[in-house]
């Protein structure tokens, strides 16, 4: 008998502009490719390159100083043009002009079945694989000197316009179970797959987990709350399942190729479906003409609409997780009588202010309005409808606010991160941003507790 978690409390946003299950052509290939430190939170970085460096993909251009073992590796072949620093000398980015054909650092991956946990470990931070992994509690980059008591995947992509990870793996089955493998060296608790019903029946080696149910049953959040809760003092590392084939296809060849197959989403894109795309890259450049319909009014999300990260001049190049691209109405030329009170039968309420609650299945396009003011945070309960975890989300918040040592940690701060409060700030009425405070949260308490 499978394991099988059902989840009932949580929200499925149905927005117009899925992608089809069809492979678009690729992205083009720019002038430029960048690694951002600010993309892995907890990455402290020192500059080991040079502008005028030649380079290989897979070449360290960054390291942790924490760990300096810990590598973050250039995505191409290339001369390093530039490396760019803000306030502080804080490092902001390291470009690379690539070449016209890409050579690669070769890594002897050869056998990793075989392996030992240290050897398997060594290669993932060499070649900057380790980048993938984040770690519970604190949701940061993981430690590499800890043992991680347990591994949570997630395969099960259920935020909104979200792509169908059976259809990235395609083809790639092998790779996959490749890096299941590596991740079974790395801790000697269970690795936890978390996927759809009926999905990656083969895999071996492994916990499988079907989640079924509302976004965020597919959040790594939730699968580790209802299969194997994190105590205090102990440490999980969590990866996505579509950075999974990125390090398979670095172990099947010993190649560091970054690039990855996502959804280009919404109801403002000029095309929907499949593309590969090389992560680094600008998006104005690597996709231009190819994203918005009117070029004007419009947002570009990377990632979904309720965690994703606004495209602006701030964000302009793709990060190294990127899965989707998501385009909505900006909403700054829309003029709207009486608001909100108008009764309306093609905008959608998680309320029932409108009549959506009637039509289930009906496809909407929302914009990136708010739709409302800040103000008190107002105990409804309205958070624990959508809210799967087995915490008080409210009571959390209030504590995290307050900075609460004691009661945060008693209410379960170690078990969250932000992404998992992303419904209940999508149907808050307070408009709090719910998320942000939960990440300065977590960062504080990580700055106190080490």
């Known amino acids: 008998m499978p394991n099988i978690i059902t989840i009932k409390k949580g929200l499925t946003l149905n927005l117009k502009g899925k992608a089809a299950e069809t492979q678009l052509a690729a992205a083009q290939r720019t002038e430029s490719y960048a690694v951002v430190p600010d993309d892995y939170i907890g990455f402290v970085p020192k500059v080991i390159v040079h502008p005028g460096d030649k380079v290989l993909a897979g070449d360290a251009l960054l390291c942790h100083k924490g760990a300096p073992e810990l590598c973050l590796t250039s995505p191409v072949s290339g001369e390093v043009i530039a490396v760019n620093r803000g306030a502080k000398r804080k490092v902001l980015s390291v470009e690379v002009r690539p070449d016209a054909t890409t050579e690669y650092k070769s890594f002897a991956t050869a056998g990793v079945e075989k392996m030992q946990r240290s050897e398997v470990l060594a290669l993932l931070l060499e070649s900057g694989m380790f980048s993938f992994f984040k770690q519970r509690p604190y949701d940061r980059l993981a430690n590499p000197l800890t043992e991680p008591r347990d591994i949570f995947v997630t395969a099960n992509f259920t935020a909104p316009l979200a792509p169908r990870f059976s259809y990235l793996a395609q083809g790639r089955e092998d790779e996959l179970q490749l890096a299941l493998t590596a991740l079974t060296k790395l801790t000697t608790g269970k690795v936890y797959l978390g996927v759809a019903p009926g999905e990656l029946t083969g895999v071996t080696g492994v916990e499988r ?160 309005r708010v739709k409302g003011g800040r103000r008190a945070m107002i105990m409804s309960g309205e958070y624990d409808r959508v809210f799967p975890m087995d915490i008080y989300p409210e009571f959390l918040l209030k504590s995290i606010i307050a900075f609460n040592i004691n009661d945060m940690e008693a209410r379960g701060i170690y078990e969250v991160a932000p992404e998992d409060f992303s419904v209940c700030e999508f149907v808050d009425t307070s408009k709090i941003p719910l998320q942000q405070i939960v990440r300065q949260g977590l960062d504080e308490l990580y700055k106190e507790m080490n």
């Open 209 to 368: 987990v079907e989640v079924r149910g509302p976004h965020p049953a597919g959040l790594v959040g939730t699968l580790i709350n209802h299969t194997a809760p994190i105590n205090k003092e102990e440490t999980v590392w969590t990866l996505k399942a579509s950075d999974l084939l990125v390090i398979g296809r670095f172990l099947k060849t010993g190649k560091v190729d970054f690039s990855r197959t996502i959804a280009l989403t919404g109801s403002e894109a000029k095309e929907t479906g499949y593309l590969t795309v090389l992560p680094g890259a600008r998006f104005t450049e690597a996709l231009a003409g190819r994203l918005g319909k009117k070029g004007e009014h419009e947002r570009i999300i990377e990632g979904d609409v309720f965690s994703g990260v606004k495209v602006d001049e701030e964000h302009d190049r793709m990060s190294y997780s990127i899965d989707q691209i998501t385009i909505i109405p900006e909403g700054d030329d829309v003029h709207e009588v009486f608001g909100w009170a108008m009764p309306r039968l093609n905008q959608y309420s998680h309320s029932r202010s409108y009549f959506s609650w009637l039509m289930p299945k009906k496809e909407y396009v929302l914009d990136a």
